[in-house]
C-alpha cells in the first residue's frame, strides 16, 4: 500500500517508521523542511508540498497540530484525483473533524486519532480510536492491522473518534498536573524519591498511563513529545466540547490554565511534564 504522512512532528515520524517496517512505500510532507531525516533514512521519500505527497497514494495519514493546520492542508488536497482516504490521527475539534470529512475527495476521510505516544506506536502498542464509513475504514485495515495493536470503532460521525480522544486526553492531563502536585510535595518535604517513586508506580490510585511521565516530573528535563501549548489547546477543546452539551468543567478550566501558565513561563515548547515546575518556581 502507498502512503503518505502530512506533518512530521514526533508522532508523524513515528507513524512514518512503523509503516515503512512494515513495508508500506511512505512518503512525507513537513510544513518546515529537514524534520524528516530519520524517515528518509528508513526509506521513506520526501516531497515538496502535500499535493505532491499525497499524489498516487492509496492514503494519507494527517499528524498535525491542531484545527487551523488541518484545515489548511485538507483545502490543499482538495481536487487530486484518484483520491486517496484521507486518514486524519490529529487531535482536533469534533467539528473541524466534519469539515476535514466535507473537505476530502470524495469525501473519503476516516478519522483515526491515536491513544498513546509516538514509542508506543513505533512498537505497535498504541490505539487508533476511529470514526467514519465503514466500507473506507475496511479498506484500511493494512493499516490497522501493521501500525495499531488494537482499534475501536466509534461510528460514522469522525467527531465522535475524535470526542473519545479528547475525554482521554482530559484524563491524562488532569490526573497529570495533580500527579505534579504530589511529587513536588513530597520533595518539598524531603521524603526519599527512590521510596516515593516505588509507591507512587505501586499505588491504584495512580493511572498506569501516567507511569511513563514519572520520572520526568520527578527528575526530568521534560524533553518528551506532548508540549505544553499542545495540551493547553486540547483541555481548551475538551471543555468546549462540554460545554456544547450543556456540561461545565470548572476542573478542566483550572487545568488548561495550569497548563497555559507552563507555557507562558518558558516551558511551551517542553513535554506536559513541565507543568509541575510551576510548582517549583
Same mark, same amino acid.
Given at each position: 500500500?502507498?502512503?503518505?504522512?502530512?506533518?512530521?512532528?514526533?508522532?508523524?515520524?513515528?507513524?512514518?517508521?512503523?509503516?515503512?517496517?512494515?513495508?508500506?512505500?511512505?512518503?512525507?510532507?513537513?510544513?518546515?523542511?529537514?524534520?524528516?531525516?530519520?524517515?528518509?533514512?528508513?526509506?521513506?521519500?520526501?516531497?515538496?508540498?502535500?499535493?505532491?505527497?499525497?499524489?498516487?497514494?492509496?492514503?494519507?495519514?494527517?499528524?498535525?497540530?491542531?484545527?487551523?493546520?488541518?484545515?489548511?492542508?485538507?483545502?490543499?488536497?482538495?481536487?487530486?484525483?484518484?483520491?486517496?482516504?484521507?486518514?486524519?490521527?490529529?487531535?482536533?475539534?469534533?467539528?473541524?473533524?466534519?469539515?476535514?470529512?466535507?473537505?476530502?475527495?470524495?469525501?473519503?476521510?476516516?478519522?483515526?486519532?491515536?491513544?498513546?505516544?509516538?514509542?508506543?506506536?513505533?512498537?505497535?502498542?498504541?490505539?487508533?480510536?476511529?470514526?467514519?464509513?465503514?466500507?473506507?475504514?475496511?479498506?484500511?485495515?493494512?493499516?490497522?492491522?501493521?501500525?495499531?495493536?488494537?482499534?475501536?470503532?466509534?461510528?460514522?460521525?469522525? !467527531?465522535?473518534?475524535?470526542?473519545?480522544?479528547?475525554?482521554?486526553?482530559?484524563?491524562?492531563?488532569?490526573?497529570?498536573?495533580?500527579?505534579?502536585?504530589?511529587?513536588?510535595?513530597?520533595?518539598?518535604?524531603?521524603?526519599?524519591? !527512590?521510596?516515593?517513586?516505588?509507591?507512587?508506580?505501586?499505588?491504584?490510585?495512580?493511572?498506569?498511563?501516567?507511569?511513563?511521565?514519572?520520572?520526568?516530573?520527578?527528575?526530568?528535563?521534560?524533553?518528551?513529545?506532548?508540549?505544553?501549548?499542545?495540551?493547553?489547546?486540547?483541555?481548551?477543546?475538551?471543555?468546549?466540547?462540554?460545554?456544547?452539551?450543556?456540561?461545565?468543567?470548572?476542573?478542566?478550566?483550572?487545568?488548561?490554565?495550569?497548563?497555559?501558565?507552563?507555557?507562558?513561563?518558558?516551558?511551551?515548547?517542553?513535554?506536559?511534564?513541565?507543568?509541575?515546575?510551576?510548582?517549583?518556581?
Amino acid at each position: 500500500m502507498r502512503v503518505a504522512v502530512l506533518g512530521m512532528g514526533r508522532m508523524g515520524r513515528a507513524l512514518a517508521r512503523r509503516l515503512l517496517a512494515h513495508d508500506f512505500a511512505v512518503a512525507v510532507w513537513n510544513r518546515t523542511p529537514g524534520r524528516a531525516a530519520e524517515v528518509l533514512d528508513a526509506g521513506g521519500e520526501e516531497a515538496a508540498t502535500p499535493e505532491a505527497a499525497a499524489a498516487g497514494r492509496d492514503a494519507v495519514l494527517l499528524s498535525l497540530a491542531d484545527d487551523e493546520a488541518v484545515r489548511e492542508v485538507m483545502e490543499r488536497l482538495w481536487g487530486i484525483e484518484p483520491g486517496p482516504v484521507v486518514v486524519d490521527t490529529s487531535t482536533i475539534s469534533p467539528a473541524a473533524s466534519r469539515a476535514a470529512r466535507d473537505l476530502a475527495p470524495g469525501r473519503s476521510y476516516v478519522a483515526a486519532p491515536i491513544a498513546g505516544g509516538p514509542t508506543m506506536v513505533i512498537e505497535g502498542k498504541a490505539t487508533a480510536l476511529i470514526g467514519g464509513d465503514r466500507a473506507l475504514v475496511e479498506r484500511l485495515e493494512p493499516i490497522w492491522a501493521d501500525v495499531f495493536s488494537s482499534t475501536a470503532y466509534c461510528g460514522e460521525d469522525p !467527531g465522535t473518534a475524535v470526542a473519545y480522544k479528547l475525554l482521554n486526553n482530559y484524563l491524562l492531563m488532569s490526573g497529570l498536573a495533580a500527579l505534579g502536585e504530589v511529587v513536588a510535595t513530597a520533595q518539598a518535604l524531603g521524603l526519599d524519591e !527512590g521510596l516515593t517513586r516505588a509507591l507512587l508506580l505501586q499505588w491504584p490510585t495512580v493511572a498506569p498511563m501516567l507511569h511513563g511521565r514519572l520520572d520526568d516530573l520527578i527528575t526530568g528535563d521534560h524533553g518528551g513529545w506532548f508540549t505544553t501549548r499542545l495540551g493547553a489547546k486540547d483541555l481548551r477543546l475538551a471543555r468546549m466540547l462540554a460545554a456544547g452539551a450543556g456540561v461545565d468543567l470548572p476542573l478542566a478550566r483550572l487545568v488548561e490554565r495550569r497548563y497555559e501558565e507552563a507555557a507562558e513561563k518558558g516551558w511551551s515548547d517542553h513535554d506536559i511534564a513541565a507543568v509541575v515546575e510551576l510548582l517549583r518556581q
